[in-house]
């Protein structure tokens, strides 16, 4: 088993639970404005964070307020290159004024998804990334796409895995129009995540197994459970010996 990890979820959504969390997990993944969030919603998250020690990181997405994000859009290189550059430049700006650094980079919803089964797009988003950037550290979906652009373009990654779903066989995430996609039981979770870093590999609902380099486990600030699974995550690890802390 990995005896370190990290725990991360996704804050300055607005999705109230943003305080309780940064007191659980080692690595915020902040908004940057355009699938949620504003600049003083960016500062007012980035301040909690560095108050709670957390790594801050960029957590761009596709601009889609309305569905969160969560909706896929085609967009070519150039435009996903800008809007990625946009993102990114404003996170940084932000942070910096705070007197702050950017320590990665994650990709959010449907856009993260699309890279998971794109390298070539999972490479344009993380190079424009880079490009305003250069000591951002991946963070990418373990065993998918993005970990095989990361790897191509020889940039520091870290491999996540997520506790609250469910994964399809070749490690994308299952679909949230799918049944069982979004796990809701906080212990169930909090076994299920121990047995994958007993074993390295994701488990698929299905029960396969997919071996993964595991560094980083998420939480979605924005389910109802996501403290009470956040708690549960963290106490099971820690009794198993795991040291929780930032990459």
């Not at 990418?140 to 779903?165: C, K, S």
């Not at 996609?181 to 997919?210: F, N, P, T, Y």
Request: hydrophobic content about 50%; charged content about 25%.
């Amino acid at each position: 088993m990995a005896r370190r990890v990290d725990l991360n979820a996704d804050l300055g959504e607005g999705c109230g639970q943003d305080a309780p969390l940064a007191q659980i997990i080692t690595s915020a993944n902040v908004a940057c404005g355009l699938h949620a969030g504003s600049p003083a919603e960016m500062a007012r998250t980035m301040r909690l964070a560095q108050a709670a020690g957390l790594a801050i990181g960029a957590h761009p997405g596709f601009d889609d307020r309305a569905n969160f994000g969560r909706t896929r859009m085609a967009l070519g290189a150039d435009d996903l290159r800008d809007l990625i550059r946009y993102q990114i430049g404003a996170a940084k700006a932000v942070a910096e004024g705070l007197g702050l650094g950017l320590a990665h980079l994650k990709l959010h919803g449907a856009l993260a998804n699309m890279a998971a089964e794109d390298a070539d797009l999972a490479k344009t988003c993380f190079e424009a990334a880079l490009a305003v950037d250069p000591n951002l550290r991946l963070m990418v979906i373990a065993a998918t796409q993005q970990e095989t652009a990361a790897r191509a373009l020889g940039a520091p990654w870290i491999g996540e895995i997520f506790a609250d779903r469910a994964y399809e066989d070749d490690g994308r995430l299952v679909d949230r129009a799918k049944p069982g996609a979004v796990l809701h039981d906080a212990e169930a979770a909090a076994r299920r995540i121990l047995q994958m870093l007993d074993e390295g590999a994701i488990i698929a609902a299905s029960g396969a197994r997919l071996p993964a380099r595991i560094d980083t486990i998420c939480l979605h600030g924005d389910t109802p459970e996501a403290v009470e699974m956040a708690r549960a995550i963290r106490t099971r690890l820690e009794a198993a010996g795991v040291t929780l802390a930032r990459p």
